[in-house]
Nanobody
Framework: QVQLVESGGGLVQPGYSLLLSCTPSERIFDFNAMGWYRQAPGSQRELVANINHDGRTNYADSLRARFTVSRDIAENTIYLQMNSLKPEDTAVYYC?????????WGQGTLVTVSS
């Protein structure tokens, strides 16, 4: 069973930044893609950003200007750099790893943007 360990969530004021990390129990290259989703209270889970096996990235259009997904092969970790955070970014952020028809999820890390 693939495990994804997330870290980096917390409480931050509007306009500040956070860096989320996710380390899988398997090698990053074993997956078709890895990325981040988020789910706000009362809302469906939505894609934030992901990075494919070949390094190409995909973003939710509304977030690409402020969020950056990246990976460190040596550390076997993916990251989500979130800048200029807004209250509407408040959500549980989930790390995702895709392997064909199978998706694996982290436990989620809560990001709260509030003054």
């Amino acid at each position: 069973q693939v495990q994804l360990v997330e870290s980096g969530g917390g409480l931050v004021q509007p306009g500040y930044s956070l860096l989320l990390s996710c380390t899988p129990s398997e090698r990053i290259f074993d997956f078709n893609a890895m990325g981040w989703y988020r789910q706000a209270p009362g809302s469906q889970r939505e894609l934030v950003a992901n990075i494919n096996h070949d390094g190409r990235t995909n973003y939710a259009d509304s977030l690409r200007a402020r969020f950056t997904v990246s990976r460190d092969i040596a550390e076997n970790t993916i990251y989500l750099q979130m800048n200029s955070l807004k209250p509407e970014d408040t959500a549980v952020y989930y790390c995702n790893a895709n392997l064909g028809s199978r998706n694996f999820w982290g436990q989620g890390t809560l990001v709260t943007v509030s003054s």
